[in-house]
């Protein structure tokens, strides 16, 4: 007599992933998306002897946002530590600020721990 084959068991080894894997490759995702996208940084910047302390995010496909601000155009230049604030368009009615101090990512998420 010949045995039946169960149709509901698997015929061979399929590719198969435990939760261990499962949670390395999440947190692969997320160490890439973290290391991919830009980060809000803690910026100190200064014009007219007027010192500001602002957060700023610079934009994946376009210009940065100043969250202190309604700004248009805001470009954070690190090479000459000038912050391009502009209201209307990107090149006109346009502020230069000197960036004093850039504390980054990290300055960032301490401001959320800062008593005002």
């Not at 261990?20 to 910047?45: D, E, M, N, S």
């Not at 209307?88 to 980054?104: F, H, P, Q, S």
Request: hydrophobic share 40%; charged share 25%; proline share 3%.
């Amino acid at each position: 007599m010949e045995k039946k084959k169960d149709i509901n068991k698997p015929q061979h080894n399929a590719f198969r992933i435990n939760a261990r894997q499962v949670k390395l490759i999440v947190a692969g995702i997320i160490l890439f998306l973290l290391v991919i996208f830009p980060k809000p940084q803690r910026i100190t910047y200064e014009y007219a002897n007027m010192v500001t302390v602002g957060t700023y995010w610079d934009g994946l496909f376009g210009p940065g946002v100043l969250f202190d601000s309604n700004a248009k155009f805001v470009r954070l230049d690190e090479d000459t530590e000038h912050l391009h604030v502009c209201f209307a368009r990107e090149n006109d009615n346009c502020l230069r600020y000197k960036v004093i101090k850039n504390t980054g990512f990290g300055g960032y998420i301490s401001s959320w721990f800062e008593e005002d």
